[in-house]
Antibody
Framework: EVQLVESGGGLVKPGGSLRLSCAAS????????MSWVRQAPGKGLEWVGR??????????DYTTFLKGRFTISRDDSKTTVYLQMNSLETEDTAVYFC??????????????WGQGTLVTVSS | EIVLTQSPGTLSLSPGERATLSCRAS???????LAWYQQKPGQAPRLLIH???NRATGIPDRFSGGGSGTDFTLTINRLEPADFAVYYC?????????FGQGTKVEIK
């Protein structure tokens, strides 16, 4: 069974840092492209970024609104993808979902989603 | 960066009716790399449609997607109680993905 389990969420003060983890199982992680998507309370989905497989250099793409504060990395030996979040702002409060991409009609889109982990940024 | 605008914001329908949801892109979506997701309260989104019109694995044929370029639709025939949820369109054709703001399909 394909499974993604996020962890590391919690309460953090503005300006602080947090690292989220996403443990994957049930598929060949090393070849998978992984993404993070967030959802503020009562709001819509917002793409954060993605990391390609290490075979493709493990290159990353990020949404422009992050201004370099977030970094996505992966450890294929642990089948885990990470989201390092720095200089957190109250607007970063959200549930953060980890997703595994799949072939989608010639492209790659998010097929499997974790259950999400809540990050609350508040003083 | 492509911006996706969904309409209407809320659709109030009865079970058995047809729902038609719209998604308009600020510029053409390359290769029609447009997906639709369903999200229920407290759950993660579920992939319904990719490539504008291809159903994901296990999705019933009551769900259909159409359109190309900048205008896309999701149609849900014969609404069932489990279909009342929020639906998001999503473009994955560029290196900067985007989601629409969502359409809520609620029971009338």
């Amino acid at each position: 069974e394909v499974q993604l389990v996020e962890s590391g969420g919690g309460l953090v003060k503005p300006g602080g840092s947090l690292r989220l983890s996403c443990a994957a199982s049930g598929f060949t992680f090393s070849g998978a492209w992984m993404s993070w998507v967030r959802q503020a309370p009562g709001k819509g989905l917002e793409w954060v970024g993605r990391i390609k497989s290490n075979v493709l250099g493990g290159t990353t793409d990020y949404t422009t609104f992050l201004k370099g504060r977030f970094t996505i990395s992966r450890d294929d030996s642990k089948t885990t993808v990470y989201l390092q979040m720095n200089s957190l702002e109250t607007e970063d409060t959200a549930v953060y979902f980890c997703t595994a991409e799949q072939p989608c009609s010639g492209g790659s889109c998010s097929g499997t989603w974790g259950q999400g982990t809540l990050v609350t940024v508040s003083s | 960066e492509i911006v996706l605008t969904q309409s209407p914001g809320t659709l109030s329908l009865s079970p058995g009716e047809r729902a038609t949801l719209s998604c308009r892109a600020s510029q053409s979506v390359g290769s029609n790399f447009l997906a639709w997701y369903q999200q229920k309260p407290g759950q993660a989104p579920r992939l319904l449609i990719h490539g504008a019109s291809n159903r994901a694995t296990g999705i019933p044929d009551r769900f259909s997607g159409g359109g190309s370029g900048t205008d896309f639709t999701l149609t849900i025939n014969r609404l069932e109680p489990a279909d009342f949820a929020v639906y998001y369109c999503h473009q994955y054709g560029t290196s900067s993905w985007a989601f629409g703001q969502g359409t809520k399909v609620e029971i009338k």
